[in-house]
Structure formats: C-alpha cells, structure tokens
Nanobody, 120 residues
C-alpha cells in the first residue's frame, strides 16, 4: 500500500511564504510525476504544480514566478515552495503521485490534504 503524507500548511499573512512537503511511503519502485493540486469549497480542484521524474515541471499560470516545485526522487518526496502568497491562494492543497510503480501494479495516489489560509 502506498501513502502520501503532507505537511507544512498553515495560516500566513499575504506576502509571506510557506513550504509544503509530501512524502510517499510503501513498496515503491519509482514515481513518474508528483505534484500539488488545490481546491476551495464549491470549485473543482486545480493543478498547482507538478514535476516528473525527468525534471519536467508544469505550473498553473496563477502561481508562475511565485511557487516552485522540487523533488527528491531518492526520498520519494515533493516540495512546494510558495512565496508572495495571496488571499486567493488559500485552499486545501493535495499532494498527488501518478505512475507509482509498485510490486503489484502502477497506481495514482492522493494525500489527505493540508490547509493553507492566507489573510490580508
């Protein structure tokens, strides 16, 4: 069984920074892509940023230049550094791992979510 455990959410003032972390655990051989989605009540989840094992990154237009995603493939960990936070960045942030290769099959896994609150 593969699990994703997120940490780093919290309450910050607009303009401040936060870094989210997500660790994948279990019988994992490799993970293709790891990333972060966010969701606010009443809206669909949106991709914030993702990074593949070969280093290809993808960012939502709304966070380009402010957020940075990084991975430690050896530790099956992904980070999201969020700078210059805005009230509209407030959401529940979910870690996602796609193409998780295990002994039995290839999976897509989601974390439980971590809340980011930004006040002005």
């Amino acid at each position: 069984q593969v699990q994703l455990v997120e940490s780093g959410g919290g309450l910050v003032q607009a303009g401040e920074s936060l870094t989210l972390s997500c660790v994948a655990s279990g019988s994992i051989f490799s993970i293709n892509a790891m990333g972060w989605y966010r969701q606010v009540p009443g809206k669909q989840a949106e991709l914030v940023a993702s990074k593949t094992s070969d280093g290809t990154t993808n960012y939502a237009d709304s966070v380009k230049g402010r957020f940075s995603i990084s991975r430690d493939n050896a530790k099956n960990t992904v980070y999201l550094e969020m700078n210059s936070l805005k009230p509209e960045d407030a959401a529940v942030y979910y870690c996602n791992a796609a193409g998780v290769v295990t002994t039995l099959r290839t999976l897509e896994v989601w974390g439980q979510g971590t809340l980011v609150t930004v006040y002005s």
